[in-house]
């Protein structure tokens, strides 16, 4: 069993920056293939960005591509969303997730499939205008 911890949402203010972090109590971090996914309110959730196990892979949401960058620490167990330019649409709750078995190929499936092994409870970002 994987816990999935998300840090870092708060209120901010539109045109700022924000960075999230969700640190995983597992000590086999680095076989995980993380991603991050939001939900708005009154919305479906949807992918966000994904990330391979070592971190050398990543892919993005097509809407969300030169604002928001994930990354990794499997030092520290950990997995970063920093989000730029921040906009009232980006009002959601964001959650991190792992899926065990994607090879840095496959990450991509992540934005059509939401079938991850394990979730975060989540945390809210409040974008104000």
């Known amino acids: 069993q994987v816990q999935l911890v998300e840090s870092g949402g708060g209120l901010v203010q539109a045109g700022t920056s924000l960075r999230l972090s969700c640190v995983a109590s597992?000590?086999?971090?680095?076989?995980?293939?993380m991603g991050w996914f939001r939900q708005a309110p009154g919305k479906e959730r949807e992918f966000v960005a994904a990330?391979?196990?070592?971190?050398?892979?990543?892919y993005y949401a097509d809407s969300l591509k030169g604002r928001f960058t994930i990354s990794r620490d499997n030092a520290k167990n950990t997995v970063y969303l920093q989000m730029n330019s921040l906009k009232p649409e980006d009002t959601a709750v964001y959650y991190c997730?792992?899926?065990?078995?994607?090879?840095?190929?496959?990450?991509?499936?992540?934005?059509?499939?939401?079938?991850?092994?394990?979730w975060g409870k989540g945390t809210l970002v409040t974008v104000s205008s």
């Open positions: 990330i391979s196990r070592r971190g050398g892979t990543t």
């Open positions: 997730a792992a899926h065990g078995t994607l090879t840095a190929q496959a990450i991509g499936t992540m934005s059509t499939s939401g079938d991850m092994d394990y």
């Open positions: 597992t000590s086999t971090f680095s076989r995980y293939a």
